[in-house]
């Protein structure tokens, strides 16, 4: 088939090039002429795993393309997606800012030609996919024959594209039988993989997007309060986090005590959802809990750190391993690195920071008194107290002697993920700060 997606960020270049991997035609459009143009030189502009090589390949096998130019990539489509981004509005209210997906309707409006299916990507309150039908019906010269879908996306950074390979399941909200024999076309190879469809209405689909990460988030901000009491009773969180997850009803996943969760789209969404549901005058408790511990978290880290040091921060050395709000990938939005850092600084702290690849992301977002070094080793030389933030595989078994070593005397390891053991650690000779650990 014929594909468009509109918007090549993290989404929208890990699906097309995931669907031109199934066998479809798709043709990527961006308005950003330098990411295109990257592409188009074989750079690119994101960090995830294995999707270099897949992109190398749909390009070399002539079924992906990159283009800024609209027009082209819509008129001879099947499906259009629209992958761009929903941030938070400007306003400060919480509210998604629509403005992408609506220009991006727009476009679309003045170039449909034959019947065409348009699909929203990209996270969106309920109500998006009809305000989306709207703008292109009035926009439209010609009297198009087209339908929305609703079809959000569940992929994480770092590993999306296994999760776009193998979903939990694919949600697809339509009104149109004919959209939804096209989309299930769309989706077949991986369908029949035994990927599991779930037809719904546009609100429903919608608002299952929020609801997904809106539970996920919560789980995270309750394993944090449970690490926060499990400091103040004696108690261990990870056997703790092991026992209750165990239970089949309950789960392993996404019980990992932290800094707080972070990333383009938690954070967002969570508040987006809050917005969506005081418009409707309905209280939503357990999702406004959620927002409020994951702020105190990414507080209380930074108290956890002062008192790791003695209380005293100013005039001593950090050295921060991982800038990235997750491994695996460069993405350094809502990182807590962008709430802790700054804090530090401001009491008076020198800071060294490593990251594998949020290097470049971070410098436009940090403040210029951070100095990056090239390695673990780098971030500890001098240092009084190393802070692991970001749970890198390359952090994960690293020379505590050296590291040791290169720090001064009385060195700290404030390990925010929990990835060493404090028994070892004090064998290696460092006071060893855990989350949720006694
Ligand atoms: P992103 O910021 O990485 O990329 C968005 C891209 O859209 C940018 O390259 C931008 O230039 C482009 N764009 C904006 N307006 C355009 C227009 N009118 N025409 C063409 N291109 C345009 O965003 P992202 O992280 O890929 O997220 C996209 C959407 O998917 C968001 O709604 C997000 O919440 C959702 N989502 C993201 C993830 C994730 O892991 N990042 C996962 C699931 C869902
Ligand atoms: C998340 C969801 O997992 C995806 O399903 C969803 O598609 C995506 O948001 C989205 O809507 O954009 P992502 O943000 O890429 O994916 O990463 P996650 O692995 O979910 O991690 C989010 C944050 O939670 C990170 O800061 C991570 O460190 C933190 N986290 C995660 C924890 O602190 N503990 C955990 O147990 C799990």
């Known amino acids: 088939m014929n594909i468009t997606m509109i918007g090549v960020g993290y989404v929208g270049l890990v699906t097309g090039t995931c669907f031109a991997e199934l066998g479809h035609y798709v043709t990527c459009v961006d308005i950003n002429a330098h990411k295109i143009a990257a592409l188009n030189m074989g750079d690119i502009p994101i960090y995830e795993p294995g999707l270099a090589d897949l992109v190398q390949k749909g390009v070399s096998e002539g079924r992906l393309s990159f283009t800024t130019d609209i027009r082209d990539a819509v008129s001879d489509a099947e ?16 509210y998604a800012d629509l ?3 609506y220009a991006a309707a727009g476009d679309i409006a003045k170039y449909i030609e034959d019947y065409v299916v348009i699909v929203n990507k990209s996270t969106v309150p309920v109500g998006t996919a009809r305000q989306v039908k709207r703008i292109i019906d009035q926009k439209c010269n010609i009297s198009a024959d087209f339908d929305v879908v609703s079809n959000p996306e569940f992929l994480r950074e770092g590993a999306a594209i296994e999760d776009f390979m193998r979903p939990d399941r694919i949600v697809i909200g339509t009104e149109s039988e004919r959209a939804l024999q096209i989309m299930r076309d769309v989706y077949e190879p991986l ?6 469809i779930v037809k719904t209405t546009l609100e429903t689909a919608e608002l299952t997007k929020y609801a997904a990460n809106a539970f996920l988030a ?6 944090n309060e449970m690490a926060n009491i499990c400091e103040a009773v004696g108690a261990d969180v990870l056997s703790l986090a092991r026992a209750v997850g165990m239970d089949g009803r309950i789960g392993p996943k996404f019980l990992h005590p932290g800094p707080g969760y972070g990333g383009s789209c938690f954070p967002k969404d969570t508040v987006a959802l809050l917005a969506t549901a005081q418009e409707y005058g309905v209280p939503l408790r357990i999702v406004s809990a959620t927002v409020e511990a994951n702020n105190a978290q990414k507080a209380r880290m930074i108290k956890k750190i002062r008192d790791a040091v003695g209380g005293e921060i100013a ?3 950090f050295g921060i391993l991982g800038l990235t709000f997750k491994p695996n990938t460069d993405d350094v939005r809502e990182s807590p690195a962008l709430t802790i850092i700054p804090a530090l600084l401001e009491k008076g702290a020198n800071i060294r920071a490593h990251d594998p690849k949020g290097v470049e992301e971070a410098r436009r977002l940090l403040p210029s008194e951070v100095l990056y070094v090239n390695n673990a080793y780098a971030v500890a ?3 009084h107290c190393i802070i692991l933030m970001t749970e890198w595989t390359q952090y994960r ?3 505590m002697r050296r590291l040791r070593d290169a720090m001064h005397t009385n060195p700290v390891f404030v390990d925010l993920r929990n990835v060493y053991r404090k028994n070892k650690m004090q064998k290696n000779g460092f006071v060893y700060i855990g989350n949720g650990q006694y």
């Open 79 to 94: 499906v259009i997606f629209i992958a761009v981004g929903t941030p938070s509005s400007r306003r400060g209210d919480g």
């Open 99 to 101: 403005s992408y997906v």
């Open 191 to 196: 369908y029949l993989r035994d990927a599991p």
């Open 218 to 223: 919560t789980k995270i901000s309750f394993i």
């Open 315 to 317: 005039g001593k050395t």
């Open 381 to 383: 030389e001098n240092s």
């Open 397 to 399: 078994a690293l020379d």
